[in-house]
């Protein structure tokens, strides 16, 4: 899953060196990535009204759904 979740956020981002995905689990079992990029690239990554972060929220609970897992992607 986190594989997904570099290529689209990978796409999006200008400075790629800068952008970190980090995974964790919750204490109910529910996988968390958390994403931090340079202040210009998340700008790009939430998108207009969030737009572009909801696709891709929607996207890897899609997958997650697949493999009965939960997921949450934040932004920091």
Do not use: C, H, W
Not at 18 to 36: A, H, L, P
Not at 39 to 44: A, E, K, L, Q, S
Not at 57 to 69: E, N, Q, S, T
């Amino acid at each position: 899953m986190k594989e997904l979740l570099e290529t689209i956020v990978f796409a999006l981002v200008d400075e790629k060196d800068q952008v970190n995905i980090t995974e964790e689990e919750d204490k109910d079992g529910n996988t968390v990535f958390k994403i931090s990029a340079s202040p210009n690239d998340v700008g790009r990554i939430i998108g207009k009204n969030g737009n572009t972060i909801t696709a891709i929220r929607k996207v890897l609970k899609a997958y997650a759904i697949k493999l009965r897992k939960r997921v949450t992607v934040d932004v920091l």
